[in-house]
């Protein structure tokens, strides 16, 4: 693991925040990608075709991701492969309302579920066909 990765551990270990996180374990995480903003508020409740725009739009902003599994937990994505920057990063934006499945670290604080991807180890796209017949609604057209 990078050395920001490693900062981003030590640090959600010992920050004396409410509660204590749980240790780090390796799992393997299938679901659609969401902006965590919109699918936990349900302020624009939809997802997959209905809400891909959006998505995007809010992934570009630094809004963060999360992958939403068929039990509907959210997994808040911290880092995905590759990525030494942050989670606004191109490669989760290019994924955005997909399903997929993902290899990663889960550290779990307050009930909140911090994910660390390592692979997507499966991406089949958009799934979620909600506007059947419009078909997935374009980006910046």
Known sequence: MNRLVMAIFGLVLVLPWPGRATAAQRVQVTGEIVDTWCAITGIMYGFGTAHHQCAVWCAVGGIPVSIMDDAGNYYMVLKIEGDDRSV??????????????????????DGVKYLIVDQVADDRGIVNMTHDEYGIQPFGE
């Open 88 to 109: 606004a990063d191109p490669r989760i934006v290019e994924i955005q309302t997909h399903r997929v499945t993902v290899d990663g670290t889960l550290i779990e604080r």
